[in-house]
T-cell receptor, first 117, second 113 residues
Framework: EPEVTQTPSHQVTQMGQEVILRCVPISNHLYFYWYRQILGQKVEFLVS????????KSEIFDDQFSVERPDGSNFTLKIRSTKLEDSAMYFC???????????????FGDGTRLSIL | AQKVTQAQTEISVVEKEDVTLDCVYE???????LFWYKQPPSGELVFLIR??????QNEISGRYSWNFQKSTSSFNFTITASQVVDSAVYFC??????????FGQGTELSVKP
């Protein structure tokens, strides 16, 4: 079964440094998402992306964050100047369609654990 | 407002006991989907079930069953004859018209031998 892959599985970065988290969505999927889960807390939506544009973003997704689909396969999340509170698990997800008429769930990657020192 | 509430933060049971995880949601949408995900200690999110708002039939899959009641805005999850491997955090989530998943706080289930 096709799956969403995320690299690296664990990223350790010094505070203030830039970090790029990478995701390869399922190949025929058109909608892409990033979610964040601070340790011990719930999974929170960050951003959705379709047709090379951000569809929706949460309050968490401020100017320090950006997303990009640099080629036909990768979907990246960049944090420009990391803060201690950015330490979390970051999940990428993709779906074939969206909206309430979609009958496909979002497929999640295994996550990247980001640790800011 | 869109919201998912899982009031049980932690549940501990002994193997072979049945356990029900509660989920209550809020939405003004008439069409929506509800999900359950399992997050084992390794951290990944494992999809368990999707339910759409027009289908209130209960569903059973092996030891897992789900009770969707629109009248009470609840989508509860029952594990029958629990096993140690069921130990995980379980998340209920609401999928809205915008296409994003709104997760509850999660219930940490601990099944002891």
């Amino acid at each position: 079964e096709p799956e969403v892959t995320q690299t690296p599985s664990h990223q350790v970065t010094q505070m203030g440094q830039e970090v790029i988290l990478r995701c390869v969505p399922i190949s025929n999927h058109l909608y892409f998402y990033w979610y964040r889960q601070i340790l011990g807390q719930k999974v929170e939506f960050l951003v959705s992306f379709y047709n090379n544009e951000i569809s929706e973003k949460s309050e968490i997704f401020d100017d320090q964050f950006s997303v990009e689909r640099p080629d036909g396969s990768n979907f990246t999340l960049k944090i420009r100047s990391t803060k201690l509170e950015d330490s979390a698990m970051y999940f990428c997800a993709s779906s074939e369609r969206t909206g309430t008429f979609s009958n496909q769930p979002q497929h999640f990657g295994d996550g990247t654990r980001l640790s800011i020192l | 407002a869109q919201k998912v509430t899982q009031a049980q933060t932690e549940i501990s049971v002994v193997e072979k006991e049945d356990v029900t995880l509660d989920c209550v949601y809020e939405t003004r949408d008439t069409t929506y989907y509800l999900f359950w995900y399992k997050q084992p200690p390794s951290g990944e999110l494992v999809f368990l079930i999707r339910r759409n708002s027009f289908d209130e039939q209960n569903e059973i899959s092996g030891r897992y069953s789900w009770n969707f009641q629109k009248s009470t805005s609840s989508f509860n999850f029952t594990i029958t004859a629990s096993q140690v491997v069921d130990s995980a955090v379980y998340f209920c989530a609401l999928y809205n018209q915008g296409g994003k998943l709104i997760f509850g706080q999660g219930t940490e289930l601990s099944v002891k031998p």
